[in-house]
């Protein structure tokens, strides 16, 4: 799997998902298969066929018609493998009612797992079973941050895309300069003493918050001077988090503004990272923008055009849009419309195409023929044309500012686009 097109590949995994647990079967009736890389499409199959025995014995003709049925089709498509792929093999199928009872249709589903797949299961169920692909969209990995120095220190996660800065304390330590009169051994002295007994708290905060984290991947120390240094070196955090210290960082700050250093000078760990990810491209793409570069574009028609002209580089799409691009078509002549709206507005403007007059042979022949998440429509246009695609969630800053301020569509061009 490309890296690059990890994002696409979560959006479409996550979409699918939220269809699958939408659908429900009229009763025991929706099969869904596992299959983990390893297995014999013949050993599958045999399975299969003795579900297809067993299901003789359901008492209602229907459910029995509706279950075998979906047997067969999800033993048809199984036999196209010639081999289980390296992440294994997902298909999921049954009768759908699409407008009431009586109106089940069979829909099969083959997704491709981002990951290997463990499980080796069939299920019939009045459901999908779709819980061992969730576990997938979860992101797994946590990052702990402390930035500290003598007056202050910050403590902060980064699971995914998500920052939380989780506490934050000051230190009571005064300056490294005696009031006059005072002894200077007497001074450097008690001044060592409270820097201890800093450190100790902050071990002992740093430990409270990043002990129970399953998963915690590592942590990132920060900060200006020597401080995080000497903390590093005495024993202050719990070994098994010390152990986790995969970096220091030189920063300027200790607060939000000094994790958000550490997050930036310690692009090489966190490289896969999302939340560096989207950030790194939206700054790209306000740098050209801001520039004129004529590097950037955005919006969807202007988008669509470069993408057509095969001059767009990364196309980011906000993960948020939620807009629908509807095909309609004529049925007496060949002429042929896109639309795009928002998902709400899909079923109305169905109706109220649906019969109208054709405006090439004046026929009242129109209809919705199809439809697409705009998303997916572009990015399958971006694919054909080699262009990167990023999806961006809406969880970040800069998440955000691709839908509020761009539309949720935008480009990075290989070169300026000529006018
Ligand atoms: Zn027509």
Redesign the pocket.
């Known amino acids: 799997m490309s890296t690059k097109q990890s994002s696409l590949l979560r959006f479409r995994l996550k979409r699918n998902l939220e269809r699958l647990a939408a659908r429900e079967g009229r009763g025991t009736e929706l099969v869904s298969l596992y299959v983990p890389y390893g297995r014999q499409i013949s050993e599958v199959v045999s399975m299969l066929n003795n579900e297809y025995g067993t299901a003789t014995n359901i008492k209602s003709n229907t459910t029995k018609k509706n279950v075998q049925d979906a047997i067969t089709r999800v033993t048809q498509r199984v036999k196209l493998f010639k081999k289980v792929p390296e992440n294994g093999l997902v298909l999921f199928c049954g009768a759908i009612p699409q407008n009431g009872p009586g109106s089940e249709r069979i829909e099969l589903y083959v997704i491709s797992p981002p990951e290997p797949i463990q499980v080796y299961l069939y299920r019939c169920d009045a459901r999908f079973h779709t819980e061992h692909l969730q576990e997938f969209l979860k992101e797994k990995e946590t990052y702990g941050i402390i930035v500290l120095d003598s007056a202050h220190a910050s403590f902060a996660t980064v699971r995914g895309k998500h920052l939380d800065i989780v506490k934050q304390i000051t230190s009571g330590i005064p300056g490294k300069f005696r009031a006059g009169g005072q002894s200077a051994k007497r001074f450097v002295r008690q001044r060592q003493v409270k820097v201890q007994d800093y450190f100790k708290r902050v071990g002992e905060y740093a430990n409270d918050i990043f002990l129970p984290i399953e998963n915690l991947k590592s942590i990132l120390l920060g900060g200006p001077g020597p401080t995080k240094e000497d903390f590093e070196k005495g024993n202050y955090l719990h070994y098994t988090l010390k152990e986790k210290i995969a970096a220091t960082i030189d920063t300027a700050y200790t607060d939000e503004h000094g994790v958000e250093e550490v997050l930036e000078g310690s692009k090489d760990i966190l490289q896969r990272i999302r939340y560096v990810e989207e950030k790194r491209i939206m700054q790209r793409f306000l740098r050209e923008i801001g520039q004129d570069t004529g590097l950037a574009t955005y919006g969807e028609d202007e988008v669509r055009k470069h993408l057509k002209n095969g001059i767009v580089d990364t196309i980011l799409l906000s993960e948020t849009i939620n807009l629908i691009r509807a095909i309609v078509k004529?049925g007496?002549?060949d002429?042929t419309k896109n639309q795009t709206m928002k998902m709400h507005q899909v079923t109305e403007f169905e109706q109220k195409t649906h019969g109208s007059t054709?405006p090439?042979?004046n026929?009242p022949?129109l209809s919705v023929t199809d439809r697409h998440e705009l998303i997916d429509e572009l990015a399958e246009i971006a694919e054909v044309a080699g262009t990167k695609v990023e999806i961006l969630s809406g969880d970040t800053e800069e998440g955000q500012m691709l839908k509020k301020s761009f539309g949720g569509v935008a480009a990075l061009l290989r070169y300026k686009a000529a006018n």
Do not use: F, G, I, M
């Open positions: 004529c007496s002549c002429y054709c090439k042979c026929v022949a």
